[in-house]
């Protein structure tokens, strides 16, 4: 005879509450990911999420990055596990950020562009190298692509160990980089010079060109070749 609870002495479950603890896969849920604090599929505490079910009277959830329920996740590969490639779609040359860890392995790694922070519209440029954190300050939320850097060999070097009593020199740079705040339109071209970090400019595009191409000009005349110069 079945009790009010819902037969044979076992509590009364509903069909959403069998679903839900079958797709969070309970028996696999460590602490925090039982205690609906993080990513049932990564174990992320940090990334945006949301709720995928209850299991136990606790909501559980799952980063929003993640388009599949937990059991439709292949198995990671030897690079996967190894940190060397993305946990989400095995690429080894993006910017990446710790997705979460596996016991026995360590951490695991996944596209900084797969798991977006809530502040950014879109995903990052091309030439971006940053990883953006959910946490960065407002100053902080910009696109940079690497630095390219150029000794200047006839400038003298700059001593940034004055008053310390141990000299500590440092050359003289053009160093060129692409920045863009996360809601500007377009980069702009950030000239900048390692020995005088009190020094830079910032050139749009259009700017950048023309600088670009007055100074092909003016490499072209010192070398006696005539006729314009176009990059």
């Known amino acids: 005879m079945q009790d009010a609870k819902g037969g044979n ?23 925090a990911q039982a205690d609906g604090l993080a990513c049932t599929i990564c174990g992320s505490e940090m990334n945006p999420m949301k709720p995928i079910g209850t299991h136990l009277g606790v909501q559980l959830f799952m980063c929003i990055s993640h388009d599949n329920p937990p059991e439709s996740v292949e198995p990671l590969t030897a690079d996967q596990l190894a940190g060397r490639a993305c946990v989400t779609c095995g690429a080894t040359d993006r910017p990446m950020r710790v997705s979460g860890e596996v016991p026995g392995h360590g951490d695991v790694y996944e596209c900084a562009e797969h798991s977006m922070p809530y502040w950014l519209p879109e995903p990052c440029p091309a030439w971006c190298k940053d990883i953006h954190e959910r946490s960065d300050e407002e100053s902080d939320r910009l696109h940079t692509s690497p630095w390219q850097i150029i000794p200047v060999t006839t ?18 740079t053009a160093e060129v980089s692409l920045q863009q705040g996360y809601r500007e339109v377009e980069p702009r071209v950030l000239q900048h010079d390692a020995a005088n970090d009190r020094w830079h400019a910032y050139f749009t595009l259009d700017e950048a060109e023309e600088h670009a191409k007055n100074i092909l000009s003016l490499v072209a005349q010192a070398r006696g070749q005539a006729g314009d110069v176009s990059i």
Do not use: I, K
């Open 155 to 172: 400038m003298g070097m700059e001593n940034f160990g004055r008053g310390s009593g141990t000299p500590s020199w440092v050359a003289h």
């Open 9 to 31: 002495g076992a509590a009364a479950t509903t069909p959403q509450d069998r679903v839900d603890a079958e797709t969070a896969r309970p028996s696999q849920l460590d602490e």
